[in-house]
């Protein structure tokens, strides 16, 4: 069965550092790959995803991620973090069963933005 | 446009009682899911379904809970002699269709079992 790990449960950096949220996956065929970020009080809002291609995605509010297939990581990254970043995220991958795409995700990594 | 909605966005129960989740999908998405989302953990998949019918209801915890969405658009989550392990943010979420890629999540229905 597929899974995904995401080992930091909490991180916290100043605001305007460089930022490095980790995922790991385990899936046996291509995956596809979904950074999702959920604020207080708010639902899961997608980032980015990758299905095929470029490794490295460009996604909303200057994120970028990038498929290592030889490391079975999706590591989400941002050169330089705002305070309106501090939030939940979530990786996750995406399952064809039955023809749909269920996610299962990670546990969630919390994003910490100090002055 | 709008996006997905959920009902209530609160829902405060005994334990014993049965209670309704309601989730309105945005307008023309068939596919929608329900998922789990205990404190401290990702959500997890419940069901899923394309249409009327529930095409994967391999999530569910047990026959206590099930889930409707009779013409193909609202979909209202039935939960059963609620335990206090049932406390939990249901989230819903729909998609234009199968392959689609991307599915838009709605904020949620906080439970809780007392």
């Known amino acids: 069965a597929q899974s995904v790990t995401q080992p930091d449960i909490h991180i916290t950096v100043s605001e305007g550092a460089s930022l490095e949220l980790r995922c790991n996956y385990s899936y046996g065929a291509t995956p596809y790959l979904f950074w999702y970020v959920q604020s207080p009080g708010q639902g899961l809002q997608l980032l980015l995803k990758?299905?095929?291609?470029?490794?490295l995605v460009q996604g909303i509010k200057g994120f970028e991620a990038e498929f290592k297939r030889s490391q079975s990581s999706f590591n989400l990254r941002k050169p330089s973090v705002h305070w309106s970043d501090a939030a939940e995220y979530f990786c996750a991958v995406s399952e064809k069963v039955f023809g749909n795409e269920k996610l299962t995700f990670g546990t969630g990594t919390r994003l910490t933005i100090i002055p | 446009g709008a996006g997905v909605s959920q009902t209530p966005s609160n829902k405060v129960t005994e334990k014993g009682k049965y209670v309704e989740l309601r989730c309105d999908p945005i307008s023309g998405h068939t596919a929608l899911y329900w998922y789990r989302q205990s404190l401290g953990q990702g959500p997890e998949f419940l069901i899923y379904f394309q249409g009327t019918g529930a095409a994967d209801d391999s999530g569910l915890p047990n026959d206590r809970f099930f889930a409707v969405r009779p013409e193909g658009s609202v979909s209202t989550l039935k939960i059963q002699r609620t335990e206090r392990g049932d406390s939990a943010v249901y989230l819903c979420?729909?998609?234009?269709?199968?392959?689609?890629?991307?599915?838009?999540f709605g904020p949620g229905t906080r439970l809780t079992v007392l």
């Open positions: 990758y299905f095929s291609g470029d490794t």
């Open positions: 979420a729909s998609s234009p269709m199968t392959g689609s890629d991307t599915q838009y």
